[in-house]
């Protein structure tokens, strides 16, 4: 059984950081493309940042230079590293793992910004 467990979201000021998890089971990690995505309310869900397993990764133009994300193979663990973070940014995050062109995702953590 697979299974995407995030954390780490919450309240912030703007110009603030966040830190999210997202810890994995029953999932090959290794070989899969992780990555983050978020759905803001009364929009559809975006692309945030996904990584491969060969580490390259494909950030979203509105978090370049602000988001990082990284993973850790022998921890079977994603990481989203938010800092600068903006109003916008608010949203429900969801870890995504992808694995043989099936998508597998967590239950979602909300991010909220203020002003």
């Known amino acids: 059984q697979v299974q995407l467990v995030e954390s780490g979201g919450g309240l912030v000021q703007a110009g603030g950081s966040l830190r999210l998890s997202c810890a994995t089971s029953?999932?090959?990690?290794?070989?899969?493309?992780m990555g983050w995505y978020r759905q803001a309310p009364g929009k559809q869900r975006e692309l945030v940042v996904t990584?491969?397993?060969?580490?390259?990764?494909n950030y979203a133009d509105s978090v370049k230079g602000r988001f990082s994300i990284s993973r850790d193979n022998d921890k079977k663990a994603v990481y989203l590293q938010m800092d600068s973070l903006k109003p916008e940014d608010t949203a429900v995050y969801y870890c995504?793992?992808?694995?043989?062109?099936?998508?597998?995702w967590g239950q979602g953590t909300q991010v909220t910004v203020s002003s």
């Open positions: 029953g999932i090959s990690f290794s070989i899969s493309r």
């Open positions: 990584i491969t397993s060969g580490g390259f990764t």
């Open positions: 995504n793992g992808r694995m043989v062109l099936t998508d597998y």
